[in-house]
């Protein structure tokens, strides 16, 4: 388990964090607007009515014009205003008109084609720009017709009704590179077949859980309540081990007051500062489970053969997070969030001086470890005469004890929804996609994220108003080293779990036990997901009569020393590239399951092991990168992994 949460820890790094907050109707901005979504170059859904809503001060009158449709709303007391025009076909350009009888907003290339929201964790906010073939993809895409809205990374304690922001961008060499890989090479493909304009409305967070995207309903008040208790009670016995270890610490930093920088003062009295060694992370020296802002301060001696007569150059090592550094209180560089560099600042001439010197950094640690760390030459002051090491001991104070979020907010139940999905449940969507799993992929959390996950689809499409609209969802890939015995996995439960919202109507899946990479959380392969995806939204939403899904088990027998297994989406017949049918492994009564060899028969298949007289259960692909797999149907299309027995 420890390779997975660094893996995923790996996700995090991939997107910032942006805070959001409480609001209520008290502290709304009235100023007179409309929802970021009804904006210049939209996709809006075909066939359906085109809600448009915003604010504007309350009993205002808002007049929204869209060819010879026009129709008038009034804001309530909030300030909330809301439109509805009448439903279009597949078309445009149009351009609507939005007044208040003072302002008027203008909205632009509008078409009507299909719209689809797209979410999950950090595959699905993989970029076209790095995944295969970058360079190649960008330069070529020209597909006017698709377009891509981000929602900006964001939260909420409780829903809100308006986006942080947000444009609509063109699927054209400027643009595409940014766009979700995964939505990207769907809606490309899917467009070869399906004549419409596509919006893809594109909302995820990397390292999210499945519960930050459930609303406070569905994922229930008590178990809400329950969960935030056990947090406050983390919390405050946190502070309580802080308090009895380094006495009460200060949550203001007194160090950096209104810019002016006091601590950094080469005049300070730092008789009661404690002493640390640098470079070395403070949880290593005595300042476990402190998050926040501290102060190193090195003094350090010169001549003035030393200093010279022209600027020098400091390196600082590697600061986790972010630093602002002086030299005699003047300050030489600033980095935010970038743990991994390693700091080299320059010192204008005339800062040093013969004799005493003092250089101080301010460090600021958002979570984690925390600290100047790096590799002892990467400290160093270059003066005239050579290289001195600054490496070894420094002055050290906490300048503001910052307690760590006991779940990062994309672990947060319902704070994600709040703010990415609930502001957005009025515009109209074609359906849904979804990339996530990884972070739900823990022993427990992987048997109860079937529940979870069926809660979750059906709860959007209820939110939305499109009973039974196409959810498609992407099976985990193949990830970490593969095993030489059978074994138990995690993602494989998971992948289970995944594969039980099958059961409900208008769902697909795209399997990728094979596109994987075994050192890369991230597979760079988007292109065939993309395509698989779009094969289900093919048979699904558009109802072509087409294979969309590899095979999947239907129902085995056991036939003396053999285990019969038939399948369905097999109607073309089973293959196995690259050799005989593997990935199979049967057990006996005793549970221990031994790598078995297979046949095929048509849509059926034959497996036996030596090591088993009496088979009882049998798995395919049950493992975190089931290597040995390699069953497809005549489509080409792969085989779901599936255990019987349920163990």
């Known amino acids: 388990m420890k390779d997975i949460r660094v893996w995923i820890l790996s996700c995090l790094l991939l997107v910032g964090c942006q805070s959001g907050g409480i609001s209520s109707s008290d502290d709304i901005d009235t100023t007179f607007r409309v929802s970021k979504l009804i904006s210049t170059g939209m996709i809006a859904q075909r066939g359906a009515l085109l809600p448009v809503w915003g604010y504007a001060p309350p009993g205002t009158e808002v007049t929204v014009t869209m060819g010879e449709d026009s129709h008038q ?27 208040d009888g003072t302002d008027v907003i203008e909205v632009s290339d509008i078409w009507f084609g299909d719209v689809w929201v797209a979410s999950g964790q950090s595959n699905m906010a993989w970029l076209v720009s790095n995944s295969n073939n970058a360079e190649e993809e960008i330069a070529s895409a020209d597909h006017p017709l698709i377009r891509h809205f981000r929602v900006p990374l964001s939260w909420s304690e409780y829903p809100e009704d308006e986006l942080a922001g947000g444009d609509w961008q063109i699927a054209d060499p400027e643009h595409v590179g940014s766009f979700s890989a995964v939505a990207y090479y769907f809606a490309r493909e899917l467009q070869k077949h399906v004549d419409v304009p596509i919006g893809l409305v594109h909302s995820s967070w990397g390292g999210s859980r499945v519960e930050p995207w459930m609303s406070q309903e569905v994922f229930g008040e008590e178990a809400l309540r329950a969960l935030k208790a056990e947090d406050r009670e983390r ?34 009295d730092t008789s009661e500062w404690a002493e640390i060694t640098a470079p070395g992370r403070w949880e290593e020296q005595g300042y476990d489970e402190i998050d926040g802002i501290a102060w190193y301060r090195l003094n350090i001696e010169l001549t003035a053969e030393e200093i010279g007569d022209s600027d020098v150059m400091i390196g600082l090592g590697r600061i986790d997070d972010s630093d602002i550094s002086w030299v005699n209180g003047v300050q030489v560089g600033a980095t935010t969030s970038r743990s991994r560099l390693p700091r080299e600042y320059l010192v204008p001439v005339g800062t040093l001086h013969p004799g005493h010197n003092v ?8 979570g984690g470890i925390g600290g100047i760390r790096g590799e002892e030459n990467e400290m160093w002051l270059e003066t005239a005469q050579g290289r001195r090491s600054l490496a070894g001991s420094w002055e050290f104070k906490i300048g503001a004890l910052v307690l760590p979020q006991i779940r990062a907010r994309q672990h947060e139940p319902t704070q994600l929804y709040n703010k990415m999905i609930h502001p957005m449940l009025s515009y109209p969507v074609m359906g ?50 593969p095993s030489d015995t059978p074994t138990e996995s995690n993602w494989a439960v998971l992948r289970e779990s995944q594969a ?20 890369d959380i991230h597979p760079r392969n988007k292109q065939d997901v993309g395509l698989r995806l779009s094969l289900a939204a093919r048979h699904i939403a558009y109802g072509e009569k087409i294979e969309y899904s590899g095979p999947m088990y239907a129902s085995h027998r056991v036939d003396g020393e053999n285990i019969v297994i038939e399948f369905s989406h097999a109607e073309s017949g089973l293959m196995a590239r690259g050799g005989s049918p593997g990935g199979f492994a049967i057990a006996g009564s005793d549970g221990t399951y031994h790598w078995a060899t297979a046949t095929i028969d048509g849509t059926s298949l034959t497996v036996t092991s030596s090591e088993v007289s009496n088979p009882v259960s049998v798995r395919y692909a049950w493992a975190n990168n089931p290597d040995r797999a390699n069953l497809y149907n005549g489509e080409g299309l792969p085989a779901s992994p599936f255990r019987t027995g349920g163990q």
């Open 73 to 99: 709303g009034r804001s309530a007391r909030d300030g909330k205003w809301r439109v509805e025009l009448m439903a279009q076909p597949v078309g445009g350009p149009h351009s609507m008109e939005i007044t």
């Open 500 to 519: 039980a919202a099958l059961a409900l109507p208008n769902v697909g899946q795209a399997v990728i036990i094979d596109i994987g990479e075994a050192n």
């Open 235 to 268: 919390t405050e016995a946190l502070q309580d081990r802080l308090n009895e270890k380094h006495g009460a610490l200060p949550t203001v930093d007194g160090g950096l007051v209104d810019g002016d920088a006091t601590w950094a003062d080469p005049e300070l």
């Open 359 to 366: 250089i101080t950094v301010r460090v600021e640690d958002t």
């Open 432 to 481: 849904f996609l979804w990339y996530q799993g990884e972070s739900n992929a823990g022993e427990q959390d992987a048997v109860e994220y079937a529940e979870l996950f069926q809660k979750m689809i059906t709860s959007w499409r209820d939110l939305w108003e499109v009973e039974d609209a196409p959810f498609l969802f992407v099976q985990l890939a193949n990830f970490m080293q």
